[in-house]
């Protein structure tokens, strides 16, 4: 285990991140071209990678679960859950999907429906049913078994063999026990600390504006750098007070609220909306996406074609941003799931959310794609120009769509601020060498510094090419995670005759 004074890790994060903005800062146009030829480069020549290691990452822990070691507990024998189920669950569906959900319920689904990428007819019935497959594939399975992946390995080495919560802990079969303070465990550490803080920073930019967007679409709110900065400090305040009060209070009243509000809003549609397309709808997006889930998940353009394209700009993109997202999803996932056996946490992790991604998609999809389908209202070229309101116009031709827009608003801020507290709440344990409850300073000291980043980027216009190269970053973590699943199945191998839970 590293030594406490040993803030090595800390300083080269930071030092890498200030210059990695300050590269934006200085020289945007060069350093949107880098991070765009980077991440060109991988979709090009490591697709297939990507591609290869998030079907790794869903056999895994699925197999783990069927075999004889899905009744070992992520901590002591004996031990309990620390949260409720529902609590739990609001917690890492909160982390784990933040406002994507909102920013494209409604956006994707109609996107495929106009521009369809397996050969149907723009506009078509067969469209609209291709369009929520897709958009189901790419919200299903897949981007939980990454969060798995990495919260199974981390809950594993912290619960059971007393690792500090570092995502270098995961390779203790192969570094030693020594293998945190090693030169290519502190480097797998940084790396770590790098994706979760240009993710964060860049989704809280992101959503500054979406946000905005939202106030001058119900409002006539202006959209200017002072409303933005408001916008950055209410958020980041909330956030970092979440953060501080830790998981028993601030984070999970919060994640508690946001869940509240997700499935009143999804409810309320659903009755208010075209209540048989969404059941039929919900039925035949989840009978495609079972039918087609293997030939989808080895789908790639060997001859090239538009569908290449369309693979590097969607799927690929999807696949290379939840890898990224992995580290401070996995390690939040990983500390609030102690005491939990593997059965218990691959279903709560990675087929429940999937379940609610579904029915989300279902719903919000569905009421725009009605509209379009039927000739209600034609949407789709707004939602072209700026796939973050479609939301609001579908809510304009349904009962109580003003309503419903504001709380769609409240929705968003605290999808939000459930993604940024549970990832400051890691960073700080990255950065206190995998203390499981970090300091309150250091938490206040990366929650200032994110909306600080957030603010400079959004102003400089380095937002996108930061969000571009973190994607980018996360084709060395693909390999990090597929030798992490040996790491784990090696020490369970080795442990086997250890385990008292199996003797039962």
């Not at 979440?242 to 009755?271: D, H, P, Q, W, Y």
């Not at 796939?387 to 709380?407: A, D």
């Not at 950065?431 to 970090?438: A, E, R, V």
């Not at 090696?490 to 839970?501: I, R, W």
Request: hydrophobic residues 55%; proline residues 4%; glycine residues 10%.
């Amino acid at each position: 285990m590293q030594s406490q004074k040993d803030n090595s890790v800390f300083f080269i994060s930071m030092a890498v991140t200030a210059a990695t903005v300050l590269w934006g800062i200085i020289s945007p146009a060069s350093f949107d071209a880098a991070a765009k030829g980077l991440f060109g480069f991988l979709i090009e020549y490591f697709g297939w990678g990507y591609m290869l290691a998030m079907n790794i990452f869903v056999l895994f822990p699925i197999l783990l679960c069927m075999s004889r070691f899905g009744k070992l507990r992520l901590g002591e024998p004996g031990s309990k859950p620390e949260f409720s189920n529902i609590s739990w669950f609001a917690m890492l569906f909160s982390a784990g999907m933040g406002v994507g959900l909102v920013f494209y319920g409604v956006g994707e689904p109609v996107f495929h429906f106009m521009t369809p990428p397996f050969g149907a007819a723009a506009g078509s019935a067969k469209a609209a049913e291709d369009a929520l497959r897709t958009t189901f594939f790419h919200w299903g399975l897949h981007p939980w078994a990454g969060y798995a992946v990495i919260a199974l390995c981390l809950a594993y080495f912290q619960y059971r063999k007393g690792a500090p919560g570092l995502m270098s802990s995961m390779f203790l079969p192969v570094l030693g026990q020594k293998g945190n303070s090693s030169v290519l465990g502190k480097t797998i550490d940084i790396l770590a600390i790098f994706a979760t803080i240009a993710g964060l920073a860049t989704s809280l930019g992101l959503g500054t504006l979406q946000i905005n967007s939202g106030l001058k679409y119900l409002f006539d709110m202006p959209q200017n750098v002072t409303l933005q900065l408001v916008i950055i400090a209410a958020l980041a305040f909330i956030y970092t007070g979440t953060a501080v009060t830790g998981i028993e209070r601030g984070i999970k009243f919060i994640s508690n609220l946001n869940l509240f509000l997700a499935c009143l809003l999804s409810m309320a549609l659903f009755f208010i909306g075209p209540t048989m397309a969404i059941v039929e709808s919900l039925m035949t997006g989840l009978g495609d996406y079972l039918s087609n889930v293997v030939n989808q998940s080895f789908h790639m353009a060997p001859y090239g074609g538009e569908y290449k394209g369309w693979l590097g700009g969607w799927t690929l993109y999807y696949w290379a941003w939840w890898i990224a997202w992995a580290p401070f999803v996995g390690s939040f996932i990983a500390r609030i799931s102690r005491g939990r056996t593997i059965r218990e946490f691959v279903s709560g992790v990675l087929v429940v959310p999937a379940l609610g991604s579904f029915t989300w998609f279902a719903i919000f999809g569905t009421s725009g794609l009605n509209l379009e389908v039927t000739g209600v209202a034609k949407i789709a070229e707004k939602v072209a120009a700026d796939i973050s309101v479609g939301v609001f116009e579908v809510y304009k031709y349904y009962p109580l769509g003003g309503v419903m827009s504001v709380i769609m608003v409240a929705l968003i801020s605290t999808f939000f601020i459930t993604s940024a507290n549970s990832g400051t709440f890691v960073l700080s344990m990255y950065s206190t060498q995998g203390d499981m409850n970090p300091p309150k300073v250091r938490m206040g000291i990366w929650g200032i510094l994110m909306a600080a980043l957030a603010f400079v980027l959004l102003m400089s216009g380095g937002l996108q090419s930061l969000q571009i190269a973190s994607i980018a970053a996360a084709a060395p973590f693909a390999v990090i995670m597929v030798v992490a699943c040996w790491c784990l199945w090696k020490a369970l191998v080795k442990d086997e005759a250890t385990f008292a839970e199996l003797a039962d």
